[in-house]
């Protein structure tokens, strides 16, 4: 089977940077993404790692190693409109491609 | 603007009875998903369809169905069966490469109350 572990709720200041961490577990493996989440939303893709190293898109940044079945999405320079849920998923091998979402990191940002 | 469309926002059924939730998309996306979000918990699989005519159980498919006649909908009905129907349902849309699906796209979801 497969499995996503990221924290449930991590709290930072605006301005801060925040990193959220997924680890995962799976038979296969064929790329890590990340999602965003705001309350009574819909999820919105931010990034997908295939290969190990960093991505960076503007203020967020995602992480990969393979080696270590551990990912991060990073957060610079906090706004309050950050605050919201982050998903990573995994594109898992054999399962035609579907994703599998971890349970979601709530970040709360506060003034 | 190309996009994803689900209906209703809201949705109420009473005991028994079973409905149905609509998902359009218009990005010539050729899979379709639908999964199931309840408060604090992941999103959960329950149907997939990667062309038209065709489509598979995920992993709570149980109470369930869908159909997809046309590649630009795929329409999910709970039934009666689904024990514990309330909760926040999610459409998404992908290409494929392949058969490997990339980057989801989301509708805004309908959240279904039995009342």
């Known amino acids: 089977g497969q499995s996503l572990e990221q924290p449930s709720e991590v709290t930072a200041v605006e301005g801060a940077i925040v990193q959220i961490n997924c680890t995962y577990q799976t038979s296969g493996f064929y790329g890590l993404s990340w999602y965003q989440q705001h309350d009574g939303g819909a999820p919105t893709f931010l990034s997908y790692?295939?290969?190990?190293g960093l991505e960076e898109t503007g203020r967020f940044s995602s992480f990969l190693s393979r080696s270590d079945s551990y990912g991060y999405l990073l957060l610079q320079e906090l706004q309050m409109k950050d605050s919201a849920s982050y998903f990573c998923?995994?594109?898992?091998?054999?399962?035609?491609?579907?994703?599998?979402f971890g349970k979601g990191t709530k970040l709360s940002v506060k003034p | 603007d190309g996009g994803i469309t689900q209906s209703p926002k809201y949705l109420f059924r009473k005991e028994g009875q079973n409905v149905t939730l609509s998902c359009e998309q218009n990005l010539n996306h050729d899979a379709m998903y639908w999964y199931r979000q309840d408060p604090g918990q992941g999103l959960r699989l329950i149907y997939y369809s990667q062309i038209v005519n065709d489509f598979q159980k995920g992993d709570i498919a149980e109470g369930y169905s869908v159909s997809r006649e046309k590649k630009e909908s795929f329409p999910l009905t709970v039934t009666s069966a689904q024990k514990n129907p309330t909760a926040f349902y999610l459409c998404?849309?992908?290409?494929?490469?392949?058969?490997?699906?990339?980057?989801?796209?989301f509708g805004s979801g309908t959240r279904l109350t039995v009342v």
């Open positions: 998923a995994v594109r898992e091998r054999g399962s035609q491609g579907n994703l599998i």
């Open positions: 998404a849309s992908s290409l494929l490469d392949r058969g490997h699906s990339y980057g989801y796209t």
């Open positions: 790692n295939a290969l190990d």
